[in-house]
């Protein structure tokens, strides 16, 4: 029945009265949520050039409405997994995004990382491999002409750019640490976006995490050191933080130095 009611509208689109072609793109638009193919296919498959623009808005407004829904449910299911939300902020300028085919591309680059990882490493040592592999043979690097870039948002284009700014790098080199069992989480700087690697002993007396791919940003344990991602891996401490505060004279507040929520 509702196949037969989409093209029945899809008829009407371009009805030059405008009341009746508003109406249609409105009742469209609530089908699209659900069957956004099917009228995907009637888009580009039109030669009819108004029926083809009207249908484009229904499909961009159908896209969003979906897409919102995702955020709302990674949301509602504690928003645990990073790349999700990270692969999320990319469909909305490339709907098609091809999922897997990222997630391909971190694991080839997780897997670099693993092989010269070695359990006897001290955490400085893990960090120096992290940025050997990351800055050195994939030759990420911050984008400072192109600093405001939207392609620096979009975890597909960081992958191909191999340039990002700090959020996304932070972002990206959090995915690939968790992933390989390490706790490097996000700490949003004012005026900066950094990453702190917590002290481990938790998470190894804690079966909850193995395998998971994805670290809790409020796990116990002590920050070690701090991970300047923007600037190819360099590491400081909390008095490099509290020196910037100053300089920059910002209110201290603890949550400048602490791991955020996804």
């Not at 099917?38 to 030669?47: A, C, M, V, W």
């Not at 694991?107 to 040592?125: A, P």
């Not at 870039?149 to 959090?174: A, D, F, V």
């Not at 069992?181 to 007396?205: Q, W």
Request: hydrophobic share 35%.
């Amino acid at each position: 029945m509702q196949n037969t009611e989409i093209e029945a509208l899809i008829k009407l689109i371009d009805d030059p009265d405008e009341g009746i072609s508003s109406h249609v793109i409105k009742k469209l638009t609530e089908l699209a949520v659900n069957h956004f193919e099917q009228i995907q296919e009637h888009y580009l498959r039109s030669d009819n050039e108004l029926q083809h623009i009207r249908l484009k808005q229904v499909l961009d407004s159908a896209h969003l409405t979906n897409l919102k829904n995702e955020f709302e449910q990674w949301v509602k299911n504690g928003a645990g997994d990073l790349f999700e939300g990270f692969f999320l902020v990319a469909k909305y300028r490339y709907p098609d995004l091809d999922k897997q085919h990222i997630l391909n591309h971190l694991d080839k680059i997780k897997l670099d990382i693993w092989l010269r990882l070695n359990h006897k490493y001290s955490e400085l040592d893990n960090v120096k491999v992290i940025n050997d592999v990351f800055y050195g043979k994939y030759r990420f690097k911050g984008d400072n002409e192109n600093y405001y870039s939207p392609q620096n948002s979009y975890i597909n284009k960081i992958l191909e750019n191999r340039t990002g700014n700090p959020i996304s790098l932070s972002i990206l080199y959090s995915i690939l640490a968790q992933k390989l069992y390490l706790p490097i989480l996000g700490v949003n700087l004012p005026k900066h976006f950094v990453l702190a690697y917590k002290d481990s002993t938790y998470l190894e007396h804690d079966e909850r995490f193995n395998n998971l791919g994805h670290i809790p940003h409020n796990i116990p344990g002590d920050i070690l050191f701090y991970i300047n991602a923007y600037r190819d891996g360099t590491v400081f401490s909390k008095f490099n933080i509290d020196r910037f505060l100053e300089q920059s004279k910002i209110n201290v507040d603890e949550h400048f130095y602490e791991p955020c929520p996804n």
